[in-house]
């Protein structure tokens, strides 16, 4: 029990706590957004279930760490360029995100509806909950592996995802609404993950883009946008004429 009077501990808790919070942030975009396409019924479920399996994969990731740092060991030569095990991933995962959100973007702005194409029910649960995974498996992997370079301690980093991803699970179910009741704000969110997606596609050639500089970019798109909401809600407002009439 000395781990709890222990400040060090206490303070890379939080640490990792904020730092799996703000890394996750993209990862409940993309699970509102692919669960948006669900009967309404079977939204709330399937966001629910993806990000418990946000969770269960960052803790079985953890429980294998020797297996994920050896993800960063070069597996083939390709043009000079070490790739691992963690490259093919990130690049596929960049791939993945590409394609994911061109195609919601097309969807959104000529408006196709996908109901007739899209299987019902079970199959359309099970659909999303595996788009889900592969998402969870692309965001998880640098998370981990920066967990593990912030805290030795297993149980630490455990405890920081669990409380991390509950948090989540509380303010998804908001996002999501927002995000559906603005679709400006839905492209936007989309178009950065085409960036987050390049990004990663980058960081598997071992160019390294700082993500804090995409961070701020995010944060000030959406600073930008939350006036433009705001504007257009003040235009929408209905303008009440005085009767008082001037000289009288």
């Known amino acids: 029990?000395?781990?709890?009077?222990?400040?060090?501990i206490w303070v890379a808790f939080f640490t990792l706590t904020a730092l799996e919070i703000v890394l996750g942030i993209d990862?409940?975009?993309?699970?509102?957004?692919?669960?948006?396409?669900?009967?309404?019924?079977?939204?709330s479920r399937t966001r629910l279930f993806g990000l418990a399996?946000?969770?269960?994969?960052?803790?079985?990731?953890?429980?294998?760490?020797?297996?994920v740092m050896g993800l960063t060991a070069d597996l083939f030569q390709l043009f000079g360029q070490g790739i691992s095990g963690r490259d093919l991933i990130l690049f596929f995962g960049g791939l993945f995100l590409l394609w994911k959100s061109s195609s919601e973007i097309y969807y959104s702005l000529e408006g196709v509806d996908e109901t007739?194409?899209?299987p019902?029910?079970?199959?359309?649960?099970i659909g999303t909950i595996i788009q889900i995974a592969i998402i969870d498996i692309v965001f998880s992997l640098d998370s981990v592996i920066t967990a593990v370079g912030?805290?030795?301690?297993?149980?630490?980093?455990?405890?920081?995802i669990i409380v991390a991803v509950l948090v989540m699970m509380l303010a998804s179910g908001t996002i999501s609404e927002f995000i559906d009741k603005h679709p400006s704000l839905k492209l936007l969110a989309l178009s950065f993950l085409i960036v987050v997606g390049t990004v990663l596609i980058a960081e598997s050639f071992g160019v390294h883009v700082p993500k804090g500089y995409v961070y701020f970019a995010m944060a000030f798109s959406l600073a930008v946008e939350a006036l433009n909401i705001r504007l257009r809600r003040a235009r929408a407002e209905p303008v009440h004429l005085s009767r008082d009439i001037p000289g009288q």
């Open 116 to 118: 007739n194409e899209t």
């Open 150 to 160: 912030m805290v030795s301690q297993v149980p630490v980093m455990v405890a920081a």
């Open 53 to 67: 399996l946000a969770m269960v994969t960052r803790i079985l990731l953890l429980l294998s760490i020797s297996w």
């Open 27 to 43: 990862n409940i975009i993309m699970i509102s957004i692919l669960v948006s396409r669900m009967p309404k019924e079977m939204q």
């Open 1 to 8: 029990m000395d781990w709890l009077t222990n400040p060090e």
């Open 120 to 125: 019902s029910g079970g199959g359309q649960f």
